[in-house]
C-alpha cells in the first residue's frame, strides 16, 4: 500500500516513516510539509493513504482533503495531529481516523488496518462536523480554487482569477498566472451560487452567469454586446448585465 506523509514538522515525518517501516507492507512513496504539496504528489504518486497533519502553512490538512476530494478515487486520509479540539467523534463517525501526535504504533496499526477511501460525502461532512468546532476554519475562505484537468488537480491561486463564467450546468474559471500574461482558462465543479457566497466581497456578481473579482476591476466600456467589464490583465471581459450596471458604476466609484 503507497503512502503519503504529509507534515510540516521533519521530525512528525521520520517518526511516522519508522512506524511504517515498522509495520510492513507500506511502501512510503513521498513526503510533503504542506496541503499544496500534498496535491501535488498526489498527482504524480497515486498513494492509496495519506498520513496528514491538520494546521500546516500554505494550505492545511482539511482544505487539501476537500480538493484532493475532487479526484476519480481519493486516497484514504488519516489526520495526525497535536490537536484534540477537532472533532474526534465526528471523523471517527465518518470512516475518517484521527491521531493524536506522538502516533502510537499500535493505534496506528489499527487505523491503517480500517482506512477507507473518501468519497464527496464523507469530505464533505468531515469538513461542516469540523468548521462547527473551530470558528476560525468556519470563517476562512479559499486560497486556491481546484481543477480536474488531464493532469490531475490542479490549483488556481484565487488572486490569479480574473472571474467565473456559468454555462448551463458548467462553470468555466479565467485566470492569469503571471503579470502580462494570457488569460487561461478551465473548468471547474463549484457552482456559481455558493462561490459568490463563500467568497462574498471578493467576488461580485456582475450578470446572472457571472462573478468578477473586485481588485481586477478597471473600468466599463461599451461594445456591440453591451457595456463589457475591463480586467487588469484580460484582453476581454465578460458582459455587465443592466440589472447590475448600477451596482458595478457604484463599485467602480469607490474604488
Same mark, same amino acid.
Given at each position: 500500500?503507497k503512502?503519503?506523509?504529509?507534515?510540516?514538522?521533519?521530525?512528525?515525518?521520520t517518526?511516522?516513516v519508522?512506524?511504517?517501516?515498522?509495520?510492513?507492507?507500506?511502501?512510503?512513496?513521498?513526503?510533503?510539509d504542506?496541503?499544496?504539496q500534498?496535491?501535488?504528489?498526489c498527482?504524480?504518486?497515486? #498513494?492509496?493513504? *495519506?498520513?496528514?497533519?491538520?494546521?500546516? #502553512?500554505?494550505?492545511? &490538512?482539511?482544505?487539501?482533503?476537500?480538493? !484532493?476530494? +475532487?479526484?476519480?478515487?481519493? #486516497?484514504?486520509?488519516?489526520?495526525c495531529?497535536?490537536?484534540?479540539?477537532?472533532?474526534?467523534?465526528?471523523?471517527?463517525?465518518?470512516?475518517?481516523?484521527?491521531?493524536?501526535?506522538?502516533?502510537? @504504533?499500535?493505534?496506528?496499526?489499527?487505523?491503517l488496518?480500517?482506512?477507507?477511501?473518501?468519497?464527496?460525502?464523507?469530505?464533505?461532512? !468531515?469538513?461542516?462536523?469540523?468548521?462547527?468546532?473551530? #470558528?476560525?476554519?468556519?470563517?476562512?475562505q @479559499?486560497?486556491?480554487?481546484?481543477?480536474k484537468?488531464?493532469? &490531475?488537480?490542479?490549483?488556481?491561486?484565487?488572486?490569479?482569477?480574473?472571474?467565473? !463564467?456559468?454555462?448551463q450546468?458548467?462553470?468555466?474559471?479565467?485566470y492569469?498566472?503571471?503579470? +502580462?500574461?494570457?488569460?487561461?482558462?478551465?473548468?471547474?465543479?463549484?457552482?456559481?451560487?455558493? !462561490?459568490?457566497?463563500?467568497?462574498? &466581497?471578493?467576488?461580485?456578481?456582475?450578470? @446572472?452567469?457571472?462573478?468578477?473579482?473586485?481588485?481586477?476591476?478597471? &473600468?466599463?466600456?461599451?461594445?456591440?454586446?453591451?457595456?463589457?467589464?475591463? *480586467?487588469?490583465?484580460?484582453?476581454?471581459?465578460p458582459?455587465?448585465?443592466?440589472?447590475?450596471?448600477?451596482?458595478?458604476?457604484? *463599485? *467602480?466609484?469607490?474604488?
Amino acid at each position: 500500500m503507497k503512502v503519503l506523509i504529509v507534515d510540516d514538522e521533519p521530525l512528525a515525518r521520520t517518526r511516522l516513516v519508522r512506524l511504517l517501516e515498522q509495520q510492513g507492507g507500506y511502501e512510503v512513496v513521498a513526503e510533503a510539509d504542506n496541503g499544496e504539496q500534498a496535491i501535488a504528489a498526489c498527482n504524480e504518486h497515486e #498513494p492509496d493513504v *495519506l498520513l496528514m497533519d491538520i494546521r500546516m #502553512p500554505v494550505m492545511d &490538512g482539511l482544505q487539501a482533503a476537500r480538493h !484532493l476530494a +475532487g479526484s476519480e478515487q481519493p #486516497p484514504a486520509v488519516i489526520f495526525c495531529t497535536a490537536y484534540n479540539d477537532y472533532a474526534l467523534d465526528a471523523f471517527e463517525a465518518n470512516a475518517v481516523d484521527y491521531l493524536l501526535k506522538p502516533v502510537n @504504533r499500535e493505534k496506528l496499526a489499527l487505523a491503517l488496518a480500517k482506512a477507507q477511501k473518501l468519497n464527496r460525502v464523507q469530505i464533505s461532512a !468531515l469538513i461542516e462536523s469540523s468548521n462547527q468546532q473551530d #470558528p476560525v476554519a468556519a470563517n476562512s475562505q @479559499r486560497q486556491h480554487i481546484s481543477a480536474k484537468t488531464s493532469r &490531475g488537480i490542479e490549483l488556481i491561486p484565487v488572486e490569479q482569477v480574473r472571474y467565473f !463564467l456559468a454555462d448551463q450546468k458548467y462553470v468555466t474559471v479565467y485566470y492569469v498566472t503571471e503579470a +502580462g500574461g494570457a488569460l487561461k482558462e478551465v473548468l471547474i465543479d463549484d457552482p456559481l451560487k455558493e !462561490l459568490e457566497r463563500e467568497f462574498t &466581497g471578493v467576488f461580485v456578481r456582475i450578470h @446572472r452567469n457571472a462573478l468578477v473579482a473586485v481588485q481586477h476591476i478597471q &473600468g466599463l466600456e461599451k461594445t456591440d454586446e453591451g457595456m463589457q467589464l475591463k *480586467l487588469a490583465g484580460a484582453v476581454t471581459g465578460p458582459i455587465v448585465s443592466r440589472r447590475h450596471q448600477a451596482e458595478v458604476r457604484k *463599485l *467602480l466609484h469607490a474604488l
